[in-house]
């Protein structure tokens, strides 16, 4: 599977739906690798969701997101871990471990986890 | 004794003599002074953590004071100016604050809340720097009552004052309640897609995407993979799906500008879709549902083509489900003046500037253009003249060339050029009334006496 994150400055951006970059990464056989980056700045509107969806990332680690964006990453296939906060490696570390408790320590303050991680938690995830 | 300290207690007071009882007191004060004001404050220390957090800011960003306190300010607050043009960065880095900012925060449920941000440094006792406090208002209630009171004359970025643009906010606000599809026909450069973005607006799908295409940019092959997205390996260079614009927009408003330029063959696909509301991605083998409401808009005359055979009739009766039609600039021009208004406000935010107008000279001159480009034309005109100007009124000298076409009179002045462009006005209201002079003044908004004094003054029969 392939995990998006929505970074700046080696932490996760505070505010995807302005962020400038985000880092690509494979998740095979517990193997986490970097595959590449994409530069959104400037970048807004479906745009910004068709440049993502089109590396085929089945995942997009960010942080706050507005319910545009969320709506248009849904659509396009993206599950979304949103509004989460920390150094990217941390993050990226508990969420390849894929474990709740882990994770929920990365929330942004007054954000409890999303209705797509329960779900994500709540299922054997796929690992291609 | 005892009598004083029971005093005391009922009424504290600060003794100027005990530094650290009047400090304290301050504190107090201040605090509570914090804690009363309905802007949001909060202040963060050099490690851009935040250490306080007022009860107005909690209410504002959704979030408890002791969930903020602690936590970095952009983990916090996250505002869109966070990352690249963070206010309290800045303020700290020059020692001087920045006022009235505006922005937008995201909150927990994804909503985007505008504020407007001012900061400044905090100082120690001996005058370091000990962090910053950013205090910031929510502009929600302020839109929402701005557009109220301009209700009248504003619809979503549409601002007009004319007889004819109130017909078409009426217009807006009637098909905002339903899902039917719309049409709007206007020249280039009368504002097709604000309308489109106002109906969507002023709907309960207004939370939803509104997606715009421009179906005459784009060769049939491109618009189809466009609109409806692609399986990997559709084509050569299909490497991975793509979804289309028409998934992307879910329950929202695809907006199909310049609909008159699309091929035959992609006027039958789009039929099909608005009659089965259904749509297949290239290379795919399954329907999919297709929910968002259609808002057509075209520059060309679509009743022409339909005559022609250029567009097709069925396409034509499935978008001209209810017609917007607009204006022209010239055939408002008394919007004009409103409009320079809110462009140089745009562009005394974007540029920096402090324009406060154009010279009587410059607005003759404005007036009398006859605007084939309609508002983007003036938009463009006050741009320039914004970026050109180096004082605080914009001259004649900075206006371009071509507003000085033909009929330019040098020696005119402001009441002749004023003058000139009341009685096109009149003479254009009178046609499109039939020569009506009740419904002509009714238009003009001016009472009848004083349409038939004006008609006297201009010799207009």
Same mark, same amino acid.
Request: aromatic share 8%; proline share 3%.
């Given at each position: 599977?392939?995990?998006?994150?929505?970074?700046?400055?080696?932490?996760?951006?505070?505010?995807?739906?302005?962020?400038?970059?985000?880092?690509?990464?494979?998740?095979?056989?517990?193997?986490?690798?970097?595959?590449?980056?994409?530069?959104?700045?400037?970048?807004?509107?479906?745009?910004?969701?068709?440049?993502?969806?089109?590396?085929?990332?089945?995942?997009?680690?960010?942080?706050?997101?507005?319910?545009?964006?969320?709506?248009?990453?849904?659509?396009?296939?993206?599950?979304?871990?949103?509004?989460?906060?920390?150094?990217?490696?941390?993050?990226?570390?508990?969420?390849?471990?894929?474990?709740?408790?882990?994770?929920?320590?990365?929330?942004?303050?007054?954000?409890?986890?999303?209705?797509?991680?329960?779900?994500?938690?709540?299922?054997?995830?796929?690992?291609? | 004794?005892?009598?004083?300290?029971?005093?005391?207690?009922?009424?504290?007071?600060?003794?100027?003599?005990?530094?650290?009882?009047?400090?304290?007191?301050?504190?107090?004060?201040?605090?509570?002074? +914090?804690?009363?004001?309905?802007?949001?404050?909060?202040?963060?220390?050099?490690?851009?953590?935040?250490?306080?957090?007022? #009860?107005?800011?909690?209410?504002?960003? =959704?979030?408890? /004071?002791?969930?903020?306190? =602690?936590?970095?300010?952009?983990?916090?607050?996250?505002?869109?100016? *966070?990352?690249?043009? *963070?206010?309290?960065?800045?303020?700290?880095?020059?020692?001087?604050?920045? $006022? !009235?900012?505006?922005?937008? $925060?995201? #909150?927990?449920?994804?909503?985007?809340?505008?504020?407007? &941000?001012?900061?400044?440094?905090?100082?120690?006792?001996?005058?370091?720097?000990?962090?910053?406090?950013?205090?910031?208002?929510?502009?929600?209630?302020?839109?929402?009552?701005?557009?109220?009171?301009?209700?009248?004359?504003?619809?979503?970025?549409?601002?007009? /004052?004319?007889?004819?643009?109130?017909? &078409?906010?009426?217009? $807006?606000?009637?098909?905002?309640?339903?899902?039917?599809?719309?049409?709007?026909?206007?020249?280039?450069?009368?504002?097709?897609?604000? &309308?489109?973005?106002?109906?969507?607006?002023?709907?309960?799908?207004?939370?939803?995407?509104?997606?715009?295409?421009? *179906?005459?940019? +784009?060769?049939?092959?491109?618009?189809?993979?466009?609109?409806?997205?692609?399986?990997?390996?559709?084509?050569?260079?299909?490497?991975?799906?793509?979804?289309?614009?028409?998934?992307?927009? #879910?329950?929202?408003?695809? @907006?199909?500008?310049?609909?008159?330029?699309?091929?035959?063959?992609?006027? &039958?696909?789009?039929? /099909?879709?608005?009659?089965?509301?259904?749509?297949?991605?290239?290379?795919?083998?399954?329907?999919?549902?297709?929910?968002? /409401?259609?808002?057509?808009?075209?520059?060309? %005359?679509?009743?022409?083509?339909?005559?022609?055979?250029?567009?097709?009739?069925?396409?034509?009766?499935?978008? !001209?489900?209810?017609?917007?039609?607009?204006?022209? +600039?010239?055939?408002?021009?008394? %919007?004009?003046?409103?409009?320079?208004?809110?462009?140089?406000?745009?562009?005394?935010?974007?540029?920096?500037? !402090?324009?406060?107008?154009?010279?009587?000279?410059?607005?003759?001159?404005?007036?009398?253009?006859?605007?084939?480009?309609?508002?983007?034309?003036?938009?463009?005109?006050?741009?320039?003249?914004?970026?050109? *100007?180096?004082?605080?009124?914009?001259?004649?000298?900075?206006?371009?060339?071509?507003?000085?076409?033909?009929?330019?009179?040098?020696?005119?002045?402001? @009441?002749?050029?004023?003058?000139?462009?009341?009685?096109?006005?009149?003479?254009?209201?009178?046609?499109?009334?039939?020569?009506?002079?009740?419904?002509?003044? #009714?238009?003009?908004?001016?009472?009848?006496?004083?349409?038939?004094?004006?008609?006297?003054?201009?010799?207009?029969?």
């Amino acid at each position: 599977m392939k995990i998006a994150l929505s970074i700046a400055e080696n932490r996760i951006a505070p505010l995807f739906d302005v962020a400038d970059d985000c880092l690509l990464f494979s998740f095979t056989n517990g193997e986490l690798t970097p595959v590449g980056s994409l530069n959104l700045t400037g970048i807004c509107g479906p745009v910004r969701i068709f440049r993502i969806a089109e590396t085929q990332a089945d995942y997009l680690i960010c942080g706050a997101i507005s319910r545009q964006y969320q709506l248009m990453a849904e659509a396009a296939g993206l599950v979304i871990i949103g509004f989460l906060s920390g150094e990217t490696e941390e993050v990226l570390e508990a969420f390849c471990l894929d474990s709740e408790p882990g994770m929920s320590k990365f929330r942004m303050p007054g954000c409890s986890m999303g209705r797509q991680r329960r779900r994500r938690f709540g299922k054997k995830r796929r690992s291609v | 004794m005892t009598r004083n300290i029971q005093k005391s207690k009922k009424k504290p007071q600060c003794d100027a003599r005990q530094p650290s009882a009047f400090l304290n007191c301050h504190a107090n004060l201040t605090a509570s002074i +914090l804690e009363s004001i309905s802007d949001g404050v909060f202040t963060v220390d050099l490690d851009w953590k935040i250490t306080s957090f007022n #009860r107005a800011a909690e209410l504002i960003t =959704g979030i408890k /004071r002791k969930d903020a306190i =602690g936590r970095r300010c952009c983990d916090v607050f996250k505002s869109s100016m *966070c990352q690249t043009d *963070c206010a309290l960065k800045k303020t700290l880095r020059n020692s001087t604050p920045v $006022i !009235n900012r505006s922005c937008f $925060i995201v #909150r927990a449920d994804g909503k985007r809340i505008p504020i407007s &941000v001012s900061t400044a440094v905090l100082y120690d006792e001996s005058g370091a720097v000990i962090g910053g406090a950013e205090t910031f208002r929510d502009l929600t209630e302020i839109e929402a009552l701005r557009k109220e009171l301009d209700g009248r004359y504003r619809v979503g970025d549409l601002i007009s /004052r004319s007889s004819t643009m109130r017909k &078409v906010f009426e217009l $807006i606000s009637a098909v905002s309640s339903t899902m039917s599809t719309v049409l709007i026909q206007g020249d280039t450069g009368t504002g097709k897609e604000l &309308v489109a973005r106002a109906i969507h607006g002023s709907t309960d799908r207004a939370e939803q995407p509104f997606i715009a295409v421009n *179906c005459g940019a +784009l060769p049939d092959t491109l618009l189809e993979s466009e609109l409806f997205g692609y399986k990997k390996g559709a084509f050569t260079g299909a490497y991975n799906d793509k979804p289309g614009l028409m998934s992307l927009a #879910r329950n929202g408003t695809l @907006f199909l500008d310049e609909i008159g330029e699309v091929s035959p063959a992609m006027q &039958v696909k789009l039929l /099909r879709i608005l009659q089965e509301r259904e749509f297949q991605p290239l290379g795919g083998t399954t329907q999919l549902n297709f929910k968002a /409401r259609v808002i057509a808009a075209t520059n060309r %005359d679509l009743v022409a083509m339909v005559k022609t055979g250029a567009f097709r009739e069925d396409l034509f009766y499935r978008i !001209n489900v209810i017609r917007i039609e607009l204006p022209t +600039l010239d055939q408002r021009k008394e %919007d004009i003046p409103m409009l320079i208004e809110y462009f140089i406000e745009k562009f005394n935010h974007i540029y920096g500037k !402090n324009l406060k107008g154009f010279s009587n000279e410059a607005l003759s001159a404005i007036m009398n253009h006859n605007w084939p480009g309609n508002i983007r034309e003036l938009e463009n005109v006050v741009e320039r003249s914004a970026i050109l *100007c180096s004082g605080k009124t914009i001259g004649i000298n900075c206006l371009p060339e071509e507003l000085f076409g033909e009929g330019h009179n040098e020696n005119s002045d402001i @009441f002749t050029l004023r003058g000139s462009a009341e009685a096109k006005a009149i003479e254009n209201a009178l046609i499109r009334n039939g020569f009506n002079k009740a419904k002509t003044a #009714r238009e003009l908004g001016i009472h009848k006496a004083t349409l038939y004094r004006k008609l006297k003054k201009y010799a207009i029969k």
